[in-house]
């Protein structure tokens, strides 16, 4: 990507008017707690009818996988379900599985023709990811995806809680992000 663009905004993913937001999703793609509840309520049942499609076609999405569907009526007009890890202590591949997670997202982003991507704290939540590890492997994941994915103009990282904010910013900060 031509001139790196990464930012954070402290905020509401389901709000972001960008062409795909990402969402932290469960394998089984039936929407759950967290960001995954929250996008899949406010995108109404277009987002669940192209999961269960998919759930149909391939059984789900693995660990560290992603796979797109519509937007529905959330005013980015795509969303990618990536499968973050759960966190049972950094010995199953977790970061492995975490940064993939993020690089496929950026690669069916870029396969798709998109600019502009939203991600939210991927595995932070009830899969317990710890959080600085969380982020400092998801900018490095963006960043080393972003290099092969040239039609990629900006990158937002969502936080909804105050800690993860403080934490994106100081990160991109220090690598000269913002």
Not at 8 to 36: C, K, P, Q, Y
Request: charged content about 20%; some cysteine; aromatic content about 6%.
């Amino acid at each position: 990507m031509a001139g790196e663009h990464l930012q954070v905004v402290h905020g509401d993913i389901t709000r972001m008017e960008v062409d795909a937001i990402v969402n932290a999703a469960n394998s089984g793609l039936l929407g759950g707690g967290g960001v995954d509840g929250a996008i899949h309520g406010a995108g109404g049942p277009a987002i669940m009818a192209a999961c269960r499609e998919i759930r149909e076609r391939q059984g789900g999405c693995p660990t560290g996988e992603a796979v797109i569907t519509t937007g529905g009526l959330l005013p980015a007009p795509y969303v990618i379900h990536a499968v973050g890890p759960v966190w049972r202590g950094g010995g199953e591949n977790e970061d492995a599985l975490l940064a993939s997670a993020y690089r496929n997202s950026i690669r069916l982003a870029a396969e798709h023709r998109l600019r502009t991507l939203a991600f939210p704290n991927i595995s932070t939540g009830v899969y317990g990811f710890p959080r600085e590890r969380a982020a400092d492997i998801a900018i490095a994941a963006v960043r080393q995806a972003l290099a092969e994915a040239d039609t990629i103009e900006q990158v937002t990282f969502v936080c909804f809680d105050d800690e993860n904010y403080r934490l994106y910013r100081e990160r991109l900060g220090a690598f000269g992000g913002l």
